[in-house]
């Protein structure tokens, strides 16, 4: 599905330049569902950010499907990205202004797809995960768990064949954390490839493989028996 | 306190350098703009105060009432009515005349035409100009005196003192020099005078004049004594000319009548009987100018203070956690606002000092450097500065105060949304008034171009005008002065006239038709060369123009002085004279007479009928008119060109000029100029109100651009997640596009409403006018759309283009 080759990512302001990514080589495999742990400021984010496309590497070799990105303006990346690639946030991400249903049609107004059509996706996602009754309301109207169930829905409504997740689960509580890690390990096992970013022992438990990181540079992999 | 309060206040405008520039320089320019207006209201609103005894002078003024013709107030007189009033009337101290007349004067052995202003002796009882020579009192007691302005004396004596010194006359005649004074300031009804002379002094036109009622040509003011009733006096005034004036029944029977009045000093300027843009009209339209760019400026301000407000909230939230009250808080943005209006005042008087010449130049106004002296520039633009950032500063103060800190502090959102309808609402506001005042300077401008290029009923191009035959030393030259010009291979036809179109000068006579009792009319009368309508082009209707061959269609010269002679004379008259006589048709005119009532007619009989043509400007519908044959009345010759190498004919007609009457110094104008001076006020005004607004537009789009970047950088999270689900960058700039085009879009609609109602009111209020051209409204309304795409493009471009991680920040 990915494969990284000696990624290097470095940030530069006027004075200082700091290294997120240093020589970071990591290849996920269709079907997985990968979590990567670290302390605050080993390069989580910064990398989940180079795999979903939203920032270019330093240096290095990026290949999506055997194709080398890492070179792409942002015009090309945009198309890759909205036809591989669904994100969920820790802060959810919703625009406060729209709707739950007009947020996650949001996902495929950018896609060439019926108006018809698209309401059909989009309630069929909202029913996924459980939100339907609830379409006709605003963000801030919604628990926090309601609230990211309207993000995954948005996530998965385009059909993407990666999910990226950056802390899914690290603004709710428990129960609703859990909650959200079954309806991943579900997306999974219907054959979405999912890279998620957290914190939690317990929820990096539900991924197939677990890479840590530290200091920008991958330091352990775990393989589970599946 | 006051220095944190700085501090923060300097570097916030440090920090935001583009939000700061806005801001300043859009309060800078609508503050300039305002200035320069406030000086020119101060100029208009100043005039003729120069005078000790102002409050007590009045001008006499008529009102000419014609029947057929709406009345039409007059500020000219008649010589002798000066007179028969300081008789009829002791409340009034004193009656001064001031006449003007163009006299040839020999400076260095060379004729040239010089105005003189004749006025009566007691002249200066009333205008008190300051002297630099010479005794203001006896300076014009005796005849062949002149006083000379400060500018004329050193025109024509050079550096040295021009008291006791001679100015020659074209006939030889030398008047002396008895005291020079100050020249009129531009604020004055008597701007541009150059020399004076008394009454008593035997200048032709005083001489031709002293006796002759019908003749108006000075104006008459009046010094009124203390303690008059005005009311009264004015009552006693209203029908004195019908008292005095000899022949005056004979003219109200032939519809004729003219009413006096008074019209103070202070007045004459604000509401002029002659002109057809009032000074008042121009302080209003002035006033409502200034009003409407400070306004917008003020918007802008208001809009970028609020927007921006979000971002100080923190420090608001801080500050109010760490105990300010929220009038303290208040007082600080208030005071920022102050600091960021008085520094745009700042470089709005620095531009204004640079740029008014120039200023002055494009709107050719005529203005006293003396008006623009730097304490009263600097002074009404710190003025306006602090009011604008009272006024404007207030609102976002208010608003930015109300924070509640426990909100903020905690980090929650800020209802910003409030204040984004007000935004929204003055945005709109704004533009519609920049859209409305673009559609209606297009309109006026072009008004004034269809005005001045209509059909005039004669063909304006190509004709040159070559005044002064009138003059004592050209008289019997004409005939040769034809012939040689006529003889020019560039001259299709020469005639004489006694005046031309524009000219703002008119003869009117009464008519009667016995056969109909009762039909007196007024008709304006042009006593015209035999080849006036072959040369002017006047497309003749029905019957024959003036044949010179024919001996009886020339008026003989005694026809219209001398009553006692019976006479007979051919006439031609324009469509509308026909009318007016009572004849349905101009063929049914042909071979019918009327006649000039007195002790015996002048029977006047219809050859020909002509098409109208406009006199005058475009205000006045054209008027019946009655063409005499007398080409002895004569003033000019109009010369129609073949066009061509038209530099080199004028040349040769003006050396054929220069042959035939050496004496009389050479007056060309071109008839085309001559009629487009007509409707300079006009485009004088037009050239105002498109500056302004021009600039009310670009002020408009500054706020709009620095709302624009604000929003870009607002909704970058929203754009970011759009960008993360796939949005394109066209998609990112479609979106952002929409969003500022709905105000416009709104504003567009709003400003259409409004320019067709007051438009077509001003335009209803014209003889000959343009319809109100679609065209225009759209160009108007899709050119500040496409301005307005062109503002936000930029940064919906930029924050589009953007990673999408730069635009979506982690929390």
Request: charged content about 20%.
């Amino acid at each position: 599905m990915l494969k990284l080759v000696d990624l290097v990512k470095t940030y530069r302001t006027e004075e200082v330049e700091t290294t997120a990514l240093n020589s970071v080589n990591i290849h996920v495999r269709p079907g997985e569902f990968v979590a990567i742990m670290g302390p605050s400021g080993c390069g989580k984010s910064s990398l989940l950010n180079i795999v979903g496309m939203l920032d270019n590497p330093t240096g290095g070799q990026y290949l999506f499907n055997g194709e080398e990105v890492s070179k792409y303006g942002e015009r090309k990346l945009a198309d890759i990205r909205k036809k591989n690639i669904g994100f969920i946030f820790q802060s959810f991400n919703l625009i406060d202004e729209l709707t739950v249903f007009e947020n996650v049609e949001l996902a495929l107004l950018y896609h060439d797809i019926p108006a018809r059509e698209r309401k059909a996706r989009v309630r069929e996602a909202l029913e996924k995960v459980n939100i339907a009754h609830r379409e006709g309301h605003l963000p801030q109207q919604l628990s926090g768990g309601q609230q990211q169930r309207v993000a995954i829905a948005r996530a998965v409504v385009a059909k993407p064949k990666m999910l990226l997740a950056d802390e899914p689960t690290g603004n709710l509580d428990s129960a609703n954390g859990d909650e959200v890690m079954r309806m991943l390990t579900d997306l999974n096992a219907e054959g979405t490839t999912i890279v998620m970013v957290t914190h939690s022992m317990p929820h990096a438990q539900y991924a197939t493989r677990i890479i840590n990181l530290f200091d920008g540079q991958v330091v352990a992999e775990n393989m589970r028996a599946a | 306190m006051i220095r944190n309060w700085l501090v923060i206040a300097i570097r916030n405008l440090m920090r935001h350098r583009l939000y700061s520039a806005i801001n300043i320089i859009g309060l800078a320019v609508g503050l300039a703009a305002a200035m320069t207006i406030a000086l020119l209201l101060r100029h208009e609103l100043s005039y003729d105060n120069q005078f000790a005894a102002g409050d007590r002078i009045w001008r006499l003024n008529r009102t000419e009432i014609i029947s057929g013709r709406p009345p039409e107030p007059l500020a000219s007189q008649s010589f002798p009515l000066a007179s028969a009033l300081a008789q009829a009337f002791p409340e009034l101290e004193t009656v001064v005349r001031i006449g003007r007349a163009r006299e040839i004067l020999r400076i260095d052995g060379e004729s040239q035409y010089q105005t003189i202003t004749l006025v009566d002796p007691a002249y200066f009882t009333l205008f008190d100009w300051p002297f630099l020579e010479g005794d203001r009192a006896t300076a014009l007691a005796q005849p062949d005196r002149v006083v000379l302005t400060q500018s004329t004396a050193s025109r024509l004596f050079r550096h040295s003192s021009a008291l006791g010194r001679t100015v020659e006359m074209g006939d030889g005649r030398l008047l002396t020099v008895s005291g020079v004074m100050v020249d009129p300031p531009s604020n004055s009804s008597f701007y541009g005078l150059e020399m004076l002379t008394a009454t008593t002094t035997q200048l032709p036109r005083i001489v031709q004049s002293q006796e002759d009622w019908g003749s108006n040509w000075l104006h008459i003011f009046t010094l009124v004594k203390p303690g008059t009733d005005v009311p009264a006096l004015q009552q006693r005034l209203r029908d004195f000319l019908v008292q005095v004036r000899p022949g005056a029944s004979d003219e109200a029977e032939s519809g004729f009548r003219a009413e006096l009045w008074l019209q103070p000093l202070h007045d004459l300027h604000l509401n002029p009987v002659d002109a057809s843009i009032s000074g008042r009209t121009m302080v209003l339209g002035l006033t409502a100018l200034a009003a409407i760019i400070l306004a917008v400026a003020s918007i802008n301000f208001i809009n970028l203070s609020t927007a921006r407000g979000a971002l100080r909230a923190r420090e608001v939230a801080l500050r109010k956690a760490l105990g300010a009250p929220r009038h303290l808080v208040v007082m600080q943005f208030l005071g920022e606002s102050l600091l960021l209006t008085l520094l745009a005042g700042l470089v709005a008087t620095a531009w204004l000092e640079i740029s008014f010449p120039v200023l002055q130049t494009y709107f050719g106004l005529v203005i006293d450097p003396a008006f623009r002296q730097i304490g009263w520039v600097a002074g009404s633009g710190l003025l306006m500065a602090l009011a604008l950032g009272l006024l404007g500063g207030f609102y976002p103060a208010v608003m930015l105060s109300g924070y509640r800190p426990a909100t903020i502090l905690r980090g929650g959102k800020i209802a910003a949304a409030g204040g984004g309808r007000l935004r929204a609402f003055l945005v709109v506001l704004q533009f519609t008034v920049a859209i409305a005042l673009a559609i209606g300077t297009a309109t006026v401008i072009a008004q004034t171009r269809h005005a001045a290029s209509r059909d005039l009923g004669f063909d304006r191009e190509n004709v040159v005008l070559l005044r002064g035959l009138a003059q004592k030393d050209a008289k019997g030259k004409l005939d040769v002065l034809k012939a040689r010009l006529n003889a020019d291979p560039g001259v299709i036809g020469v005639a004489a006239g006694p005046r031309a179109p524009g000219d703002p000068s008119e003869n009117t006579v009464g008519y009667t038709r016995r056969e109909v009792p009762g039909l007196n009319l007024t008709m304006r009368t042009e006593q015209v060369d035999f080849g006036y309508f072959k040369v002017l082009d006047i497309p003749v209707i029905a019957g024959r123009v003036f044949e010179e061959e024919r001996g009886t269609d020339l008026l003989p010269p005694e026809a219209m002085g001398d009553p006692a002679q019976r006479l007979d004379a051919n006439v031609i008259l324009s469509r509308s004279a026909v009318r007016q006589l009572g004849w349905l048709t101009p063929q049914e005119a042909l071979g019918r007479s009327f006649a000039i009532p007195g002790d015996i007619d002048v029977r006047l009989t219809v050859i020909g009928v002509v098409e109208d043509v406009q006199y005058k400007s475009a205000r006045d519908a054209t008027v019946a008119t009655v063409y005499l044959a007398a080409p002895y009345r004569a003033d000019l010759v109009f010369i129609r060109l073949r066009g061509g190498d038209v530099p080199a004919t004028v040349q040769r007609l003006e050396e054929i000029w220069r042959e035939v009457i050496p004496q009389v110094p050479l007056r060309r104008e071109f008839l085309d100029q001559q009629i487009d001076r007509l409707y300079a006020d006009y485009v004088q005004m037009a050239r105002i109100a498109a500056g302004f607004a021009g600039l009310a537009i670009l002020i408009a789009c500054l706020g709009l651009f620095g709302l624009a970047s604000f929003t870009a950088e607002r909704r970058t999270k929203e754009i970011g997640i759009r960008k993360v689900l796939g949005a394109g960058v066209l998609a990112i700039v479609r979106l952002l596009i929409w969003q500022f085009s709905r105000p416009v879009l709104l504003a567009i609609l709003l400003a259409w409403g409004i320019a067709g109602i007051v438009l077509s009111h001003w335009l209803a209020g014209f003889a000959y006018r343009v319809p109100l051209d679609p065209l225009l409204f759209l160009i108007a309304g899709g050119g500040a759309l496409v301005i307005a795409w062109v503002t936000v493009a930029g940064h919906a471009a930029r924050v589009a283009m953007a990673k999408p991680v730069q635009a979506l920040r982690y929390e």
